[in-house]
């Protein structure tokens, strides 16, 4: 079911903006739980859904095998219809590890992976066919389904001690980037540009070989994963993308291939990302809020998101917002988190460390960051800085594909205090553009032991280290 989200209102929940979703008002009640997060701005309370009294639906019931992947995806998802259709329930994965195709979640329903329990996900892309409505990079289109969707949901959850498993045989190919799969992202980048409509990206034929997020919960309301572990992925690991009321605490992230973000909340509203180990290809956490014209067209900012007491083993940012930032991005806060990489890794395997915040963003992608906050952060050595912002980060698109529309990225009120570092690049690199300068930033009570380069100031007004 496609779900154009400009082409219907707008619905106020909690006071915020949040998409109108379709057949929600037939959902029926669960309890929740609420979360208050403290912020340096005014953080809503966070609806979680609470399964606690729900029944249970383990998959053994609907004929789930471990030796054979057809029978346990068939009873993965009659287990989840069931559990909808019941009203609400509890979808188990017992001990064991089980090998599955895409997993398509529905309101009401949890996933629950009991100790000792692997879902263990198919290489073999077509597995994730029929394509669904999802994105690439900030940009909406027509791929294969994420390993773990949702559309459109209310209520829905991942939980238990359990874990998620990508086997990447074929995605570890496809992490090369050929001119096929360019070529195909050069398509994108015009038919989204042009306004062309969702429906008609397709971008499943030939080679495009477009990766799918591992978790993606896309237009869905009151969302929580807890105390799983994931392992490997495709590619962005979590993708909250125009979500409203989000909880991810206490998950561990393996995902040491390209592109492998640990969380992407992208144009979504109160996310809380707690008590999480991150040991990430990429950056560890990334707010996103889409990409030039797509983001315009949808107009949905990110806002409210909470990192904190969270541990990153490997990882090239603490924290980065953008570059798809778009729709604009504003009150965001890290608090008490900390790197603890020694730069190799427990497996030998070490990514380097670029920065704690990095704000990157260019003269296609408009829209606005503010209000971003960082304290109590530590970490042993990173290449880059305590705070950069970057405002002509391009990336392969600088030659790729021409700018339809130059519109700059108002960047101001960005925060950062109590931070500890053993060795860095420098305290702060910051490069604003001439036209419209990065306003208001400041520095408290950041250390830093071994400092290779100076403080960089470029087209910037209110700097402040006092």
């Not at 791929?143 to 209310?154: D, G, I, M, T, W």
């Not at 971003?372 to 952060?377: A, C």
């Not at 925060?415 to 053993?422: C, I, L, M, N």
Request: glycine share 8%.
């Amino acid at each position: 079911m496609a779900f154009d989200l400009p082409s219907r209102r707008m619905a106020l929940a909690g006071g915020l903006a949040a998409p109108l979703l379709p057949g929600l008002a037939l959902a029926r009640p669960l309890p929740r739980k609420l979360v208050r997060p403290t912020a340096p701005f005014d953080m809503p309370s966070i609806g979680v859904p609470d399964f606690s009294s729900a029944r249970r639906f383990p998959i053994t019931d609907f004929g789930a095998d471990q030796g054979d992947q057809g029978r346990t995806s068939a009873a993965l998802s009659a287990a989840i219809k069931a559990a909808n259709a019941a009203g609400a329930g509890v979808v188990v994965v017992p001990a064991g590890t089980w090998p599955t195709g895409k997993v398509h979640l529905k309101s009401n329903v949890a996933l629950h992976l009991a100790k000792g329990a692997t879902l263990l996900f198919s290489e073999k892309p077509a597995d994730y066919l029929p394509p669904v409505q999802t994105t690439w990079e900030g940009l909406e289109c027509w791929n294969y389904s994420p390993l773990v969707y949702a559309f459109a949901c209310e209520n829905v959850a991942i939980t238990g001690p359990g874990r998620l498993k990508a086997k990447l045989d074929v995605w570890r190919e496809w992490y090369k980037r050929p001119k096929p799969h360019m070529d195909a992202l050069v398509a994108l980048y015009h038919q989204a540009a042009k306004g062309e409509p969702v429906d008609a990206r397709r971008m499943t034929a030939g080679e495009a070989n477009l990766r799918p997020q591992f978790i993606q919960f896309n237009r869905c309301r009151h969302v929580l994963i807890e105390d799983v572990s994931i392992e490997d992925s495709p590619f962005w690991v979590i993708h909250p993308f125009l979500c409203t009321d989000v909880v991810i605490r206490r998950v561990k992230i393996r995902a040491h291939g390209h592109n492998n973000d640990g969380v992407d909340p992208e144009m979504s509203q109160n996310v809380l990302i707690e008590d999480c180990v991150f040991d990430q290809g990429d950056d560890a956490v990334s707010v996103k809020s889409g990409r030039d014209q797509d983001a315009w067209r949808l107009g949905v900012p990110t806002r409210n998101v909470v990192m904190r007491d969270c541990q990153i083993r490997n990882g090239h940012q603490l924290m980065a917002v953008g570059s798809e930032l778009s729709a604009g991005i504003e009150n965001v806060f890290v608090d008490n988190c900390h790197f603890t990489g020694d730069g190799k890794g427990e497996d030998g395997w070490a990514v380097p460390i670029a920065n704690l915040l990095f704000v990157k963003t260019n003269e296609r992608r408009g829209g606005f960051v503010r209000n971003i906050h960082m304290r109590n952060v530590s970490a042993t050595k990173i290449a880059g800085s305590v705070l950069a912002v970057d405002t002509d980060v391009l990336y392969q698109w600088r030659t790729l594909v021409p700018t339809y529309e130059r519109r700059l990225t108002a960047i101001e009120g960005l925060r950062v205090s109590d931070v500890r570092v053993a060795e860095a690049g420098s305290v702060c690199s910051l490069k604003g553009e001439k036209d419209l300068p990065i306003r208001d930033v400041r520095l408290r009570r950041v250390s830093v032991g071994k400092v290779a380069g100076p403080v960089k100031t470029e087209n910037v007004t209110g700097f402040s280290t006092q």
